[in-house]
């Protein structure tokens, strides 16, 4: 997963533009500004979508998640 299918895609993320004309791939200081800016004043949708993404993370790691179970399963395979 990317930065912009977290951002676009997801949902999950504020855009910050990349200026590739000045030095390679910086990111400038207002465009740091103005994303942290945008979610603090008022980004409930995206913070509300991040505490349900990790969540989600949290259920799969545990005994009986999917990843979890996953794990468990290529270890047993890796081992018999």
Do not use: H, P, W
């Not at 999950?12 to 000045?22: M, N, Q, T």
């Not at 991040?50 to 979890?68: H, P, Q, T, W």
Request: charge should be negative; charged fraction near 35%.
């Amino acid at each position: 997963m990317n930065a912009f299918q977290m951002a676009r895609e997801l949902g999950l993320a504020v855009e910050i533009r990349v200026d590739y004309r000045i030095g390679g791939d910086l990111v400038r200081a207002e465009e740091v500004e103005k994303g942290v800016r945008s979610l603090m004043e008022g980004s409930d949708e995206i913070r509300r979508k991040v505490k349900e993404m990790s969540d989600k993370c949290k259920e799969a790691l545990m005994e009986n998640g999917s990843s979890y179970n996953n794990l468990v399963s290529l270890i047993q395979e890796l081992t018999s």
